[in-house]
């Protein structure tokens, strides 16, 4: 444009404007569809994931445009968070690689009752929530009581800080406090009541240590070597959690999200539903590799099977949750697991 003539830049700058606003409400669908799939894109580094979660779940119109437009999205905002992060290791799932096991297709044959069965667990833990979510909905006070909401997400806030804080502490007395695996972080484990040098409380760090890393290690479970595998008891699996604290932090962290989703504070359900799921599934998986040591049993299997099942169950999700967890943990080989995870997880909670 003529830079000399500033009524010309003035009406080309005014013409830019009108050509980006939102000219009707079709406009502003497709942008809330785009979003949702670029924030589920990006938060899990699943692009594919994201357009099928839009168009399965945020999106009340669907057409070959707006399919196009949410893809571009999630391709941009994956790409945007693996250059800022210079690493193509991106979203907040990652899972070990145990599918080089020569045997893996016979053993998920003789696994596959009891993942049948942690799956549909699994599924109506999601159900269960949904159910006491909207229990908890009966009790708490009107959305237009401004500070008596204010007042209730202080005082619940307290209240968890508090029981989680004594459950920790009655954790050593039942066997929580354990040797740290050396293959975990410096940075991840605390002593927390312990009276050993070189010991970590489990529970103390599954309640309060960033939920990412924790969910990191659930999955990661069995994969540790530890230099004292001999002296290991009864309740704890291979050199991570025992399975007391599993089972206290798994029902634990079901009530408290069951009544944190109706707080005045924004936050979201995906991570503390796969939390959940994960801790059951590594429960369950650590049970059965107690009870049956000849078989290939993988315990973080079982979890990824309990999270995605959680998730089923919670958002009754079909196709779009398959390939987020697929392409959110880069197992491939897994996806019959997801998939027997989500039919089960949907057939139960419904």
Not at 127 to 144: C, D, E, M
Not at 180 to 191: A, N, Q, T
Not at 278 to 284: E, P
Request: charged residues 15%.
């Amino acid at each position: 444009f003529d830079m000399r003539s500033p009524s010309k830049s003035g009406n080309t700058h005014d013409h830019f404007c009108e050509q980006i606003k939102l000219q009707n409400d079709a406009d502003h669908r497709e942008i809330i569809s785009a979003g949702a799939a670029a924030g589920l894109a990006a938060a899990f580094g699943s692009p594919i994931g994201g357009v099928m979660f839009s168009w399965e779940e945020a999106s009340s119109f669907w057409s070959r445009k707006v399919t196009w437009r949410c893809f571009l999205c999630t391709a941009i905002a994956v790409l945007t968070l693996a250059l800022m992060r210079g690493t193509a290791n991106i979203g907040l799932l990652s899972f070990p690689d145990f599918s080089n096991h020569p045997e893996m297709h016979i053993e998920f044959l003789m696994n596959f009752p009891f993942l049948t069965v942690t799956a549909m667990a699994s599924g109506l833990l999601g159900a269960f929530f949904n159910s006491l979510r909207q229990k908890f909905g009966k009790l708490r006070p009107s959305s237009s009581s401004h500070l008596y909401r204010i007042l209730e997400l202080l005082l619940a806030t307290a209240a968890g800080i508090l029981l989680m804080y004594v459950l920790a502490y009655l954790a050593g007395f039942w066997g929580g406090c354990i040797e740290k695996p050396k293959s975990w972080p410096e940075d991840f484990g605390s002593r927390f009541a312990c009276p050993k040098e070189g010991q970590i409380n489990d529970l103390y760090t599954l309640f309060f240590s960033n939920p990412d890393h924790v969910i990191d290690r659930i999955f990661g479970a069995g994969a540790e070597t530890c230099d004292n595998a001999e002296h290991m008891g009864a309740l704890q699996f291979r050199c991570t959690f025992t399975l007391a604290s599993l089972c206290v932090h798994c029902l634990t962290y079901l009530i408290f999200m069951s009544y944190a989703a109706g707080l005045a504070i924004p936050g979201g359900l995906f991570m503390p539903c796969i939390m959940v799921g994960a801790s059951f599934g590594l429960l369950v998986g650590a049970i059965l590799s107690k009870l049956l040591p000849h078989w290939h049993i993988v315990p973080s299997m079982y979890a990824l099977v309990g999270g995605t099942a959680v998730l089923g169950g919670v958002f009754r999700a079909s196709i779009s949750l398959v390939v987020i967890v697929v392409e959110g943990t880069r197992q491939i080989n897994y996806i019959f697991q997801v998939i027997l995870a989500v039919v089960m997880s949907n057939w139960v909670a419904h």
